[in-house]
């Protein structure tokens, strides 16, 4: 090797060298210092290379456009399920994870506290809750243990107000799966960007932040089952450059069980009811505690999580249970879907009048006025509605007038009229017509 090529290897392995702890992200530089990424403009970049480059401006400036080049990131910020660091999206881009996950390390020990809050929640004298929550817990605790993505089934924690759900979601299964939080929300029901997603493992939501319209439920399902299930789903934030990435994510809803409440709930059908997981929750949590006792039963819960973290990572999910892409199967409690039941039915069909209110090839228009066999009639025989329509209405006879006549005792929109050749009449509102009345 001539002194040429050897001059020109060691600027290339100076500059290797020097621009190591340098990143650019098309708009900022980061310099790795101290544990922490720090943002520079260039000229403290310049400054900073002149230190180990001289006075050299070209060499300088060669380490800037090197560091451009071969340093340039596409995402810089906390990435779920990845330590802190440079990774690789599923389609070859760089992007930089500016932070760890806090995890946490077991030891055998007692959870008492921990156990007590279970046994109220999920205690139940026919069905044994606890087999799946613990199944659910397991197969995060594993893949954040091994920082390796998994399929996850969405996890429905229902029961009344102050019950305890929120102090098993912020106390147990947060820090048990890195302390990091987000609300999709928005992005479930229909937004366009999901970029905070990929800073959290842990995705949280409530029924105050789900909105339960019958399209934004529908959106719901599908994307919890591309999110979840997907093996890199494609994640854009406001103003930056999309990316594909498949993050560690455990989603949970935590709902009451009153009617409006349970339709955050994702739908289940054929498609869904292996991805999702409800449980019925009871009271567990003594909501009297004063300031100072609620104090220690947070500190006593913390000293007891890696104990319970022991329990998990040796608990064996039994047998009957075992199975699906989950590690488990999905599982519903039979007294949360029997309210929902209950209550969807007259929805159902509201959906189906909006469906053909909608279409062009249908002649249907709201408000509309007639007898329950007219409607079922339309319903079930044009093309855009049928199938639903005779799955709803497939029950009993007059299914249709009775689902009518629960829809005018619990909507604004259906009302009873005078009776039609010996058969009742039923009017039924324009939804959005309603809801501006509502509004104004």
């Known amino acids: 090797m001539d002194l040429d090529a050897l001059e020109a290897a060691r600027v290339d392995a100076l500059l290797a060298s020097v621009c190591e702890d340098y990143f650019y992200t098309g708009s900022k530089y980061l310099v790795d210092y101290a544990g922490r990424y720090i943002p520079i403009d260039k000229s403290s970049l310049r400054y900073r290379l002149s230190k180990p480059l001289g006075e050299d401006s070209r060499g300088i400036s060669d380490a800037v456009c090197t560091i451009e080049d071969n340093r340039y990131v596409s995402y ?63 197969s995060a605790r594993v893949a954040m243990l091994a920082r390796e993505p998994s399929p996850a089934h969405l996890l429905a924690l229902v029961g009344p107000k102050a019950c305890g759900k929120t102090q098993l979601v912020q106390r147990v299964i947060k820090p048990a799966m890195g302390g990091r939080e987000s609300n999709p929300a928005a992005y479930f029901s229909g937004g366009r960007f999901n970029g905070d997603l990929v800073k959290a493992e842990l995705l949280v939501m409530d029924d105050e932040t789900l909105p339960i319209t019958p399209l934004a439920r529908q959106t719901f ?134 469906m053909a209110d909608r279409s062009v090839r249908i002649e249907f228009n709201l408000p509309w006025r007639g007898t329950a066999k007219q409607l079922e009639t339309i319903l079930t025989e044009a093309s855009e509605t049928h199938r639903h329509a005779r799955k709803l209405l497939d029950g009993y006879f007059n299914k249709c007038g009775t689902l009518l006549g629960q829809a005018s005792r619990l909507s604004d929109r259906v009302y009873s009229g005078p009776a039609q050749d010996g058969y009742n009449t039923w009017r039924i509102e324009d939804r959005e017509q309603v809801e501006q009345v509502e509004h104004f």
């Open 221 to 354: 399902k599908q994307r919890v089952k591309n999110f979840l299930y997907s093996a890199a789903p494609r994640i854009e934030a406001k103003g930056q450059d999309a990316f594909t990435f498949q993050g560690l994510w455990r989603a949970v809803v935590c709902c009451n069980l009153a009617e409006d409440d349970l339709r955050a709930l994702p739908p289940v059908d054929s498609g869904t009811e292996d991805k999702l997981i409800f449980l019925k929750c009871s009271p567990a949590f003594d909501t009297r505690l004063d300031a100072e006792k609620f104090r220690h039963w947070c500190e006593m819960v913390k000293l007891e999580l890696p104990a319970f973290l022991d329990f998990v990572e040796n608990y064996e999910v039994a047998s009957a249970i075992r199975g699906g892409r989950g590690g488990v199967e999905g599982w519903q409690h039979p007294g949360i879907m029997a309210e929902i039941h209950r209550n969807e039915g007259w929805r159902s069909l509201l959906e189906l009048v909006d």
């Open 76 to 138: 810089c910020g906390p990435l779920a399920g990845r330590d802190r660091g440079l990774h690789r999206t599923a389609d070859g881009a760089s992007i930089l994870a500016t932070e760890s996950p806090v995890v946490i390390k077991s030891r055998p020990g007692q959870w008492d506290k921990i156990r007590a809050l279970l046994d109220g929640l999920f205690g139940d004298d026919e069905y044994d809750q606890m087999q799946f929550f613990l199944a659910w817990m397991k």
